[in-house]
């Protein structure tokens, strides 16, 4: 469905929910920031294809299917959707759906997975654990709600659980420096049928499923230097999240970062657009993102010295005053704040924090308010076409431009931004599926209802009410909203209001992260990102708090012997365990009692300690 653009000229958002420039107190309890964040961050689980476990259909058993549609019940597998995706015999499977239909547009998924992760290394204090990559807490259970508790936490991260799965196929997408993939399913025939993925994946191919074979998969060989870009700088980015947790992994990503940017470099230079998201052909400043990254993971001054190469731009406000928002199809607040997080180390440094600052107290801030309005013409329904996006991305650079500046203070910009979505306005209705006591009961999300009548359209009163008594009402799912207080239309068919998507999310959960991190900060192992080990240690270890799997890093191989004790607070030796000749060792901590520990390493002569908090 076509994505229509909005102008930055300033909505009166005070119309909206009061001057937001004096409200710079949160409107909800500390605890609900938390669990928003939680909401918003799983729904990207509920956008899961693949072998991976997608929480939101895992037991679904499709017994209601109607019998208008070609359904081949041989051909079901219960929990899992279009696992033919392959070029050939080269495998694809995996990756989010859009939004709430079954088509992988890389337009919005490279750029929400690099979204997801910057704000996760922007604000790691700002990011809990709550459930497991599985989700085995809440199915087992049978209970996905928040107040139920049932998440069990794995030692990482939920978003960064959540990014992996992207990155897992991005690792796929980035075939080679010739080739890369960026998109599964057609558009048109996906929209044939209103079902579940489980369900469509039984499907012909023609009704968007994959039962007489594999779905339409497209490639590039160039003119994809946006996605490609991204690509390569969400995996660039996730090497230094991810290797406290897994080195191997860490590696793995930035090699094919390489191999992205080495695409990006030696393909001809352009933009692939999709029918379904028509985008402008704007690339050079995701090109320095790439950079950036690449130099922020290998320190390589190479890439420093190609970001700068194309950061000219940044000298004249008439070339970065583009007079929109940051969104799928405009990049450049990114790139300006990767810039300007280089300091001193780049001649563009301070040009860049002056960009950055220009989007986020003036673009951003225009006299008449926060808000955005539309250009002229009208999308299906009368309303803006998913209008809370912008509001949500203009939040997330304002944090992030306060973190550049060491602003210490909560921004009321950001807070009266987000709980405008969470519900403080005056209708205090909620965006978010499943947030608060009012919220959209229609949202336009296939899954969700867990039902295969085929024409949701026409048969919406056949459909499970999504209220707090509905089992998977707690989506996170942020939908398009409208611009205009008390004037949102409840109804699926309204499909640009009650839609959401991935890159709807991504920002309004980097704006949740700053906030939490302010409100409700987790610990962080406070590893150097750059390198898993300070210069004068021979080994580290992580994840620090640690659920259940310890790493232990080492620095090269040894062939000596090294001897690794746990240690408890009355100094018995818990667990003692032997390696050699590894550059990493991991050690279950899952038996031992939450409490705080010492790791003790011992090789020849020389012991490195460090104490652990086992959760």
Not at 340 to 355: I, P, R, T
């Amino acid at each position: 469905m076509s994505k229509l653009k909005y102008s930055v000229l300033g909505f009166l958002f005070s119309v909206l929910c009061g001057n937001i420039l004096a409200q710079s107190e949160l409107s909800f309890d500390k605890e609900q920031y938390q669990k928003a964040l939680w909401m918003t961050t799983r729904f990207y689980g509920a956008q899961r294809m693949g072998e991976g476990v997608n929480w939101l259909v895992a037991t679904h058993e499709a017994n209601d299917v109607s019998n208008q549609i070609q359904f081949d019940r041989s051909k079901f597998v219960k929990g899992k959707s279009f696992l033919k995706d392959a070029d050939g015999d080269y495998d694809l499977k995996g990756g989010w759906v859009d939004c709430g239909d079954f088509v992988l547009f890389g337009q919005t998924f490279f750029y929400s997975a690099y979204m997801l992760v910057l704000g996760y290394n922007a604000f790691p204090e700002g990011y809990p654990d709550f459930y497991s990559e599985d989700y085995h807490g809440y199915i087992d259970s049978d209970d996905y709600t928040w107040e139920g508790g049932k998440g069990e936490p794995d030692g990482i991260p939920d978003i960064l659980n959540e990014v992996k799965y992207a990155t897992d196929f991005i690792l796929k997408a980035v075939r080679d420096n010739r080739t890369f993939y960026y998109q599964k399913g057609d558009g048109d025939v996906d929209h044939k049928v209103w079902c579940t993925s489980t369900v469509k994946s039984a499907l012909p191919v023609n009704m968007g499923g994959e039962a007489d074979g594999p779905r339409m998969i497209l490639k590039a060989t160039g003119n994809a230097t946006a996605m490609a870009s991204q690509a390569a700088s969400a995996l660039a980015a996730m090497a230094r999240a991810y290797a406290k947790y897994d080195a191997d992994y860490a590696a793995a990503c930035i090699e094919k970062a390489k191999v992205a940017c080495e695409f990006v470099e030696n393909t001809p230079k352009g933009t692939t657009r999709a029918a379904y998201y028509p985008v402008e052909d704007r690339y050079i400043h995701d090109m320095v993102s790439m950079y950036v990254e690449l130099y922020k993971t290998t320190k390589d001054p190479e890439y420093l010295r190609k970001a700068e190469e194309n950061c000219s731009w940044m000298n004249n406000r008439k070339e970065y005053n583009y007079n929109y928002s940051l969104c799928y199809d405009h990049r450049e607040d990114l790139a300006a704040y990767n810039m300007a997080s280089l300091g001193d180390e780049s001649s563009y440094g301070e040009k860049a924090l002056k960009v950055l600052r220009f989007y986020a107290d003036t673009m951003y801030i225009p006299n008449s308010g926060y808000f955005l309005n539309k250009l002229p013409g009208k999308s299906w329904g009368g309303e803006p076409w998913g209008v809370l996006r912008f509001p949500g991305n203009q939040a997330f650079v304002r944090a992030l431009y306060d973190k550049l500046t060491g602003e210490e203070t909560l921004s009321p910009y950001i807070s009266a931004t987000v709980d405008y979505m969470l519900g403080h306005n005056g209708q205090n209705f909620s965006y978010v599926v499943g947030f608060g006591d009012k919220f959209p009961a229609y949202s336009h999300h296939r899954n969700l209802y867990r039902t295969d009548i085929n024409d949701l359209e026409k048969e919406q009163a056949k459909l499970p009410r999504v209220n707090n008594t509905y089992k998977f009402a707690q989506l996170g799912y942020l939908v398009g909203g409208s611009r205009e207080n008390g004037q949102y239309k409840d109804d699926i068919n309204n499909y640009s209001g009650t839609e959401g998507g991935i890159d709807y999310n991504a920002g309004l959960v980097g704006a949740l992260g700053y906030i939490n991190s302010k409100i409700n900060p987790v610990p962080v192992d406070d590893t150097p990102v750059e390198t898993i080990y300070a210069e004068e240690e021979k080994c580290a270890i992580g994840p620090n708090p640690v659920q259940d799997y310890l790493n232990i890093y080492f620095r090269g191989k040894s062939d000596a012997k090294m001897t690794i004790e746990v240690i408890d607070a009355l100094g018995s030796v818990r667990i003692r365990e032997t390696t050699s000749n590894k550059s990493i060792h991991s050690m279950n901590l899952g038996g031992l009692d939450k409490g705080i520990y010492l790791i003790r390493v011992i090789s020849g002569n020389e012991t490195y300690t460090k104490h652990i908090v086992k959760k």
